[in-house]
């Protein structure tokens, strides 16, 4: 799956949303839409999405599995957080919304 080439801008993203809607829904297409030069989003399908967030929270978990081997290895001390984002801070790992 890879987004279109060229990022469409927010207008022309605009007067083409049911086209790329569908798109992305029934041909897996993501479009990348900027707003400004430093300001992207993607659109993809709903299932597309819910992928993503299955992979990413495998990917978590393989880290914090990976933390608590290192432990049992004596290579890892265990810690004890405040927060949830001092957690993910400490395995590198982006803070889920």
Do not use: C, F, N, W
Not at 44 to 55: G, H, Q, T
Not at 86 to 93: C, E, I, R, S, V
Request: proline content about 4%; charged content about 25%; hydrophobic content about 35%.
């Amino acid at each position: 799956m890879t987004a279109t080439h060229e990022p469409l801008g927010i207008s022309e993203a605009r007067s083409q949303l049911g086209t790329l809607v569908a798109r992305a829904v029934h041909g897996h297409q993501p479009t990348t839409i900027r707003r400004s030069t430093t300001e992207r989003a993607v659109l993809i399908s709903e299932a597309d999405y819910e992928e993503l967030l299955r992979a990413r929270r495998e990917l978590e978990a393989g880290h914090v599995t990976e933390a608590i081997a290192a432990h049992a290895r004596g290579e890892r001390e265990m810690m004890t957080y405040d927060s949830k984002e001092a957690l993910y801070a400490d395995l590198g790992l982006p803070t889920p919304q």
